[in-house]
């Protein structure tokens, strides 16, 4: 998946309207957003639709889909039909499972994202023990695209050496939470960044701060 000014927009909202409103602003920066539960939720699946139809971006469906193969299956096969190009997958609940959303994802020739570790603080207690296995397993079954955390330099440059250079790897974390953009792209492709632009007074002035600092 190919990212303009390597940054994906978080749209981390509740309803459409204000999505729009982001999106009139920044939309010739970007052509990667990520949409997660919030908007669907409160919008429905055709709040992708909707988004894929008007604006053309890739999107990237977060559910961290975590369920029982059969389960992950239905999500997927729904997701892919409203109009995502990706979802993001929970590697900890195993090969099956995650199978099962990578057989669904080829079915439609979209791509699925394996989340091997998360960037809040409370993932250190379950997650980090087990990431470095979550990324092995996603290269035995031949995934290549990998979400890990910009907030944690130390693990996402682990998480890099074990996929190699030859996967995408998307990195949330970044502004809100701490992560520096520049540091995180020596190990990521990809930056998600959300709040720090969503929530800025001027949102459009912020996303071309943060592309200037990348390309200093």
């Known amino acids: 998946m190919q990212v303009k000014n390597k940054i994906i927009l978080a749209l981390d909202l509740n309803d459409l309207k204000t999505v729009n409103q982001l999106l009139g602003d920044v939309s010739e920066h970007i052509d990667t957003v990520k949409i997660g539960y919030p908007l669907v939720l409160a919008e429905g699946l055709r709040s992708i639709s909707i988004i894929k139809e008007e604006y053309g971006f890739n999107i990237i469906a977060d559910f961290k889909v975590a369920d029982i193969p059969e389960t992950n299956q239905k999500i997927a096969d729904l997701t892919f039909s409203a109009g995502a190009d990706a979802v993001i997958v929970h590697g900890f609940v195993g090969e099956d499972s995650v199978q099962a959303c990578l057989q669904t994802a080829r079915n439609h020739d979209r791509e699925v994202f394996l989340l091997t570790e998360m960037s809040h603080p409370g993932a250190e207690l379950f997650m980090q023990k087990v990431s470095l296995e979550i990324a092995s397993m996603g290269i035995d079954m031949g995934i290549t695209n990998f979400v890990a ?68």
């Open 149 to 216: 955390p910009s907030t944690k330099l130390v693990r996402l440059e682990k998480i890099r050496k074990i996929v190699s250079d030859d996967s995408f790897i998307i990195s949330p974390g970044v502004g809100v939470q701490g992560g520096n953009p520049a540091q995180t792209l020596k190990y990521a492709d990809s930056l998600i960044i959300g709040r720090s632009i969503y929530t800025a007074e001027n949102p459009q002035k912020t996303l071309q701060s943060i592309i200037d600092s990348i390309e200093l």
